[in-house]
Structures are given as structure tokens and as C-alpha cells.
């Protein structure tokens, strides 16, 4: 039986010590700021990137891994008979994807890629559960079935505090940002089917707390959860809010809080607070 590797871009909320644990090759994307480029986990740190993201000129430019990185890694990947399973972010919110499904056509390894439909630790979660069924003896189609399975299981809810870098990207209009802006509008976003929606807005934090509770309330009452986690942009005074709440609910479970990647932090913007989760 060949063995199966796991290839994933760096938008997968990952720590270090996953990464080693199953073996997986992280591909990085990269970040434009007023004229450099920083590539993820290479010359730029999740933590370096808000406080540079807010001296910047000018919003930067986040930019998908070239072809040639993912031919490279699926080459490497290859090189002891494997053949790899390549998990990219959603396609809606980058085109990596298609890179990854271009660099399979360009490679002698066998590959397959897939669209996990999330993103940030909601990518990790089906990432880590497809690397058990892999060293279970699991083939590439047990694994996606699997991360199939825990996506249909997961919740992935985010706050924007500062709709600025949503305008400035092109995702809200202007006038649409000007508005909120003077009327303290705050958004709560949460991903499915693999696209981001809105699920509430309304004025201030208070609102923004209304729907934690919501959810919170939601996570309390439903089914077990397994496995949370939640990212931010320099969110901490609302990150050790939920973190309190959420560690209440599921004392038992650690809680992997991180600053989120460049590419999700440049569109969410200073402030925004992720929480991910996904149940039996």
C-alpha cells in the first residue's frame, strides 16, 4: 500500500507541533506591504503582520502560492512512491486552489486536491481528523470523506469590529463603510457552504456580545463539541472574553488562540475575533 502524504496551504490554523506530528508540508502564501513581499511562515510572522498592516500606506496584497512552490512540494512529496492529498482554503475567499489544481497536472506524484470549504483552524480540524484516518491505513477517499464529515460538523462565526479594511478591499461599498462607521455598525459573519454570509449586524459591542451569547448558548446545548479554537487580529480584550465563556462550556478541551494568517487578517481587518468549532 503506497503511502499518503498531506500537502495544505498556510492559511490552516495549524501549530507547529501538528505540522510535525503528521507530517504535513505547508506551501506558503504570501503578503504584499507598500511594495514588499513577505511570504507566510518565511519572512513574515502571524503576529508581525497587524502592527505592519497598520503602518502600511496602503492596504496590502495578499497573493496565492505560486504554481511552482505547490510542483515543488508535491515533487518532494512524491520522491518515496507516495502520492499526496493537497487541502487548500476556500476557493470563494482565494484561488489557491486552483494553483494546487494546475501544479497536479504539472507533477510525476499522484495528487489530489480539495477544497476544504473553510479556512484558519476550521481547516485544521479536518486536516488533523484526515492525517488519523491516513495513519489508521485510510486511503485519500476515506479522508475526504472524513473531512467531509467534520465540515458538516463544524461552526465558524467572525466579528468584524473595523469594516475599513472590507471597503478598502473592494467588499463593501464606500458609502456602505462611511455609514457604518458613523453609526458604530459592527458585524458578525459566519462561513457555510463554503462562502462567508452575514448573520447579524447591529450598533456597538452590544450587539456583538448579543450574538456570542447566541452562539454560545448554541455551543452549550448542542451536541459535544470536540475540538475549538479562536483566531483574531489584535482582538485579545475580546478573545479573553469568548476564551472564558467558551473554556466554561468545554473545561476538558484546550483552546488553540492564534493570530490569524496575513490573507484572512487583511480582509477581516484590526479587531476581528474568530471563534471555530466543530462537534461529534
Not at 56 to 75: E, N, Y
Not at 181 to 195: C, S, T, W
Not at 249 to 272: F, K, N, Q, S, W
Request: proline share 3%; glycine share 8%.
Amino acid at each position: 500500500m503506497s503511502k499518503i502524504k498531506i500537502v495544505a496551504d498556510s492559511s490552516a490554523g495549524l501549530t507547529d507541533e501538528e505540522i510535525k506530528k503528521y507530517d504535513i508540508t505547508i506551501v506558503p502564501l504570501s503578503v504584499m506591504i507598500d511594495g514588499t513581499v513577505y511570504v507566510e511562515r518565511e519572512t513574515i510572522t502571524n503576529d508581525q503582520f497587524p502592527m505592519m498592516m497598520k503602518n502600511a500606506k496602503s492596504l496590502p496584497k495578499t497573493s496565492q502560492p505560486p504554481i511552482g512552490k505547490f510542483v515543488d512540494a508535491f515533487d518532494q512529496a512524491g520522491t518515496d512512491g507516495s502520492e499526496v492529498l493537497c487541502v487548500t482554503m476556500m476557493a470563494s475567499i482565494s484561488g489557491t486552489v486552483h494553483a494546487a489544481e494546475q501544479a497536479a497536472n504539472l507533477t510525476k506524484t499522484k495528487v489530489t486536491v480539495y477544497d476544504c470549504q473553510s479556512t484558519d483552524r476550521g481547516m485544521a480540524f479536518q486536516i488533523i481528523e484526515a492525517a488519523k484516518v491516513i495513519a489508521d491505513g485510510g486511503t485519500v477517499d476515506d479522508a475526504i470523506a472524513k473531512m467531509k464529515d467534520v465540515l458538516q460538523k463544524s461552526k465558524l462565526y467572525l466579528a468584524i469590529d473595523n469594516l475599513d479594511n472590507l471597503v478598502a478591499g473592494g467588499r463593501i461599498s464606500k458609502f456602505a463603510g462611511a455609514l457604518s462607521r458613523f453609526m458604530n455598525i459592527k458585524v458578525m459573519l459566519q462561513v457555510y457552504d463554503g462562502e462567508i454570509h452575514v448573520a447579524s449586524k447591529g450598533r456597538g459591542m452590544k450587539a456583538i456580545h448579543k450574538e456570542w451569547d447566541k452562539i454560545l448558548d448554541e455551543m452549550a446545548n448542542g451536541p459535544k463539541v470536540l475540538g475549538v479554537g479562536i483566531s483574531h487580529v489584535e482582538g485579545m480584550s475580546e478573545v479573553e472574553r469568548l476564551k472564558e465563556r467558551v473554556q466554561a462550556i468545554c473545561p476538558e478541551l484546550p483552546i488553540v488562540v492564534r493570530e490569524t494568517v496575513p490573507i484572512i487578517a487583511t480582509h477581516t481587518g484590526l479587531g476581528a475575533c474568530c471563534l471555530l468549532y466543530y462537534t461529534e
